[in-house]
Each structure stands twice: as C-alpha cells, then as structure tokens.
C-alpha cells in the first residue's frame, strides 16, 4: 500500500487506515470475535495505522486494538481523549488529561500511545494556551509520542494548525463534505500537519448500499442521532438529509470506474485530495476491510470524475452544509 507522512508524527503510515469506532459501539452489536477479524484482516490487508478513542465502547474498542497490539509490529495507533466528561473547557486540564491516558495506556497495553487526539472539544479549547502547554508536558512526559486534535469545523482545524506542535488534525472529509478542501487541507500542507480523514463515507450513504427503505438498529446512532439528539448532527451521515445523500449518490454511480464500488469510489476521491495523510474507513467484516483497502490500488479519478463530484456537492449538498462546519 502506498504510504504518507503522518504530519508532525514523523510516521509513514499506510493511506487507507481503519477507523475503529464501530468496533465499540453505536453501530449496532459486533461481538469480539468479529471485530478481531477486522482488525486482523486490516493488518494483513497492509494497514498500518489504526484510530480509535477512550470513548468507543467506553474503552472497549482501545481493548480489542491493544490486544492485537500484542502481536504485530510497525502499527500506528491513535486514539482520543475528552469525550467522557462533561464538555467544558474547565475540563481539559493536565490532571484529567493524565488520568485519561492511563486509562489509554492500560487499555492498549502501551507505554507509550503513538498519537492522542483532543476529540472534538470545546471551540474555546482551541485557543487555549494552557491545554497545549500540559500536551507538551504529556510528551515530555513520555506519556504519548505525538498530539493532534479532532474537529467538528473547518475554524476549529485553522486554529489548531496554527499550534506549533499540533502533528495531525481529524476532520470529516467525503464526497458530500468539501469545505475543508477551501482552507484547511493547503494550510496544513503549509505547516506540514498531517491530515486523517474520517467519516469518510458519509456513515454508510457513500457505500452505495443503502435505499429508502434502509432501517438501522435502535443503538445504531444512525437510527439516534439524526438529528444530532446524542452528539453533533455532523457525524451522522455528515450532517446530510439521508434522501439527499441517496440522490446524490444516483447521480455519482455513472462516474465509477469499471469493476469499482461506490464506496471505493468516495475513498479515492479522498485520496486524491492535496494534503491527506490517511483516510479511516471503518469496517464491520474482512470482507469491507478488503474492499475499503482495494481503494488505494484505484487509478487517481479522472478530471471529469471529479468535476462529477463538485457538481453534484453544489447542486445538492452545499445548500444544507456548507455554511454549517
């Protein structure tokens, strides 16, 4: 698999990683046998970097990686930190921030975490020079090797970019998500911060799979929070009215490449963007991981393929989200 600087980091790791959010909870039920064979089958398949959060499961996702942790080599792992607190910018201090990583570290089996990530904190904590200071400190520490920060907005990554020691920013990019492409992916270019794409295919709508009759389960957040009851609205379906989204999709099924699925389709479009370090795919069985995986052997899409996917983002989706993150 082709490989990318991981920003800051200092790591290559592989383009196409595994998001492993699915793994704990709020995609419907996934036993530990199952979601040990995503992970095995992610590695095998030439993964190389891997992203979870303490939250995941309420650490149940940390637990699966750190036991595959156990037996092979050269990963990446990154996880996050923040979201089981209340969210307050009182909260992100170095006390908590400490507390939170040994119950990281202890969870994937670690010394040492390879990257921690502020999971989508308070706007204000951000600008924050005293969260940023005890972030050095968890370094110097030796707590964690590198920091980065996952974001909600495109304001949100502009000022983390602009941290110093800020190594990576999390941001939802995907064909129905282009504002970061505006500011956020030529400025982290610029400071050479590294770029992991989440939520890449729009919680399933860019798999191509889905139709309106699609039902999903009453723990799937799919189900909860469309309309953002649980958390921000954005990370479902990114923020888009589920019959746009399949609209959209209609229109964009004509541009795949022969013998491509949809959703490798909306992974090398995210490929394909200036400045991505590495997209993270979630997957609930080896056959998804293959598939998620088989994006990167894609041809880069064609000028006509990509001028397909602008279209139809400022035709349909740009009305509803543009302005919003």
Known sequence: ???????????????????????GADWGAVDESDALGV???????GVTFIDTAD???DGRSERLVGQVLKSHDGLTVATKMGRRVEQVPENYTLDNFRAWNDRSRQNLGVDTIDLVQLHCPPT???????????????????????????????????????????ASVQIILNAFRLKPLDEVLPAAQAAGVGIIARVPLASGLLSGKYDE????????????????????????????????GLEA????????PAGATMAQFALRWILDQPGVSVVI??????????????????????DDQLTA?????DELIRPQLHDRW
């Not at 992970?39 to 398949?45: D, S």
């Not at 957040?221 to 954005?234: I, K, P």
């Not at 999709?249 to 795949?256: A, D, E, K």
């Open 281 to 302: 795919p979630g997957a609930r069985n080896p056959e998804q991981v293959a598939g998620n995986i088989s994006a990167a052997t894609l041809a880069p899409l064609t």
């Open 55 to 57: 939250v995941y499961g």
């Open 249 to 256: 999709v209609r229109r964009l099924m004509p541009w795949l």
């Open 124 to 166: 204000p904590v951000y600008s924050n020079d005293e969260v940023f200071d005890a972030l050095d400190s968890m370094v110097e520490e030796g707590r964690i090797a590198a920091y980065g920060v996952s974001v909600e907005t495109c304001a949100e990554a502009l000022t983390a970019i602009a941290r110093p020691n800020v």
């Open 1 to 23: 698999m082709e490989t990318r600087r991981l920003g800051r980091t200092g790591r290559d790791v592989g383009v196409v990683g595994l998001g492993a959010w699915q793994l």
């Open 309 to 313: 996917v602008r279209a139809t983002y």
């Open 39 to 45: 992970l095995q089958a992610a590695i095998e398949g």
């Open 213 to 244: 009759h699609t039902t999903f389960s009453a723990d799937d957040h799919r189900t909860y929070n469309r309309h953002g009851e649980a958390f921000d609205v954005g990370e479902t379906f990114s923020g888009v009215d589920f019959a746009t």
